[in-house]
């Protein structure tokens, strides 16, 4: 079986400079459709493992900030209750 597929639409060339031209068809076989939805599946899943992996390396960055900041703030928690004794020393040069 053979469809004809037209390019350009006459709706979508009404109101454009190239509505003088005539409608560019082309010849398509089932197979010829199948090969082009093969690759733009192909395509497609090639994308959604790309954009996978970057979302694992982000929750990975994100995971490790977490655990950093929850370190920091424990390491502030501590400090505070006692004194550091380096916290009022004049420098050396006074």
Known sequence: M????QAFPARWL???KIAAFPLQVRTV???QRLVEI???ITRQEDL???LNSLVYQQQKSLDELRALC???VRRLGEG???ADPYVHEK???Y
């Open 14 to 16: 009404a109101h454009t």
């Open 38 to 40: 093969e690759i733009k």
């Open 29 to 31: 076989t089932i197979e």
């Open 2 to 5: 053979v469809y004809m597929v």
């Open 91 to 93: 420098p050396p040069h």
């Open 70 to 72: 929850t370190a920091l």
């Open 48 to 50: 959604v493992q790309e």
């Open 80 to 82: 505070s209750g006692g």
